[in-house]
């Protein structure tokens, strides 16, 4: 719904480029560059609330727990004053345009949230889609941090860090050692990492 006019001079207090941009209902307005080349804003605000409006008449489930995940996925994804917008839209985390215009498509992709959980990409390198999402657990998703990874230990390739060391029965901070190596700075000795164990990449 809007149609680009021109770059402005002025950037904006994030240092972005801005453009000059006309909604479809004749009205005019700044918008963040990155913002309407990547699907994020397709109209001005009085449109999109209106659009937004509309739909949540008709689906009926704005005081819903799924419909605030889908709320709050765009809103980290899209809203640079967003608190989690740095983890997610900053590192260029995006929504699908599906997902992004349509509640509706995202629940029908998605059901509803079953209760306990929220709303996960199973490969965090990638955004917000059908194939890339889950409703999982707290458990599930510490397993899937960014950090998270493969641990071989001894030959064997465990899915995470807390299942390695209690197939082990030792602590975290020991299977961290053994892939890495440590230092004794009391004793000013470092040891090398064990063989057969080492971190390998999830995806």
Not at 53 to 80: E, F
Not at 149 to 171: F, I, P
Request: charged share 25%; with cysteine.
């Amino acid at each position: 719904m809007l149609t680009f006019i021109s770059v402005l001079t002025e950037r904006s207090k994030d240092s972005h480029i801005q453009w000059l941009c006309q909604c479809s209902c004749g009205d005019v307005g700044t918008y963040l560059a990155t913002r309407v080349k990547h699907n994020r804003v397709s109209s001005c605000k009085k449109c999109t609330q209106a659009l937004i409006g509309s739909k949540v008449k008709r689906h009926g489930m704005k005081n819903t727990a799924t419909y605030s995940s889908w709320v709050s996925m765009k809103d980290r994804c899209t809203n640079p004053k967003s608190k989690d917008f740095a983890k997610y839209g900053g590192k260029g985390i995006t929504v699908c345009n599906q997902w992004l215009n349509s509640f509706e498509q995202f629940y029908k992709d998605m059901g509803e949230k079953p209760h306990g959980t929220s709303i996960d990409r199973i490969n965090n390198d990638q955004g917000y889609s059908p194939e890339n999402c889950r409703w999982a657990t707290h458990s599930q998703q510490q397993l899937n941090k960014t950090k998270s990874c493969l641990w071989l230990v001894h030959g064997v390739v465990y899915e995470s860090l807390v299942t390695a060391a209690a197939a082990h029965g030792v602590k975290k901070q020991t299977i961290v050692k053994w892939v890495d190596g440590w230092t004794d700075k009391r004793r000013n000795k470092t040891w090398s990492p064990k063989d057969g164990c080492k971190r390998l990449p999830k995806y």
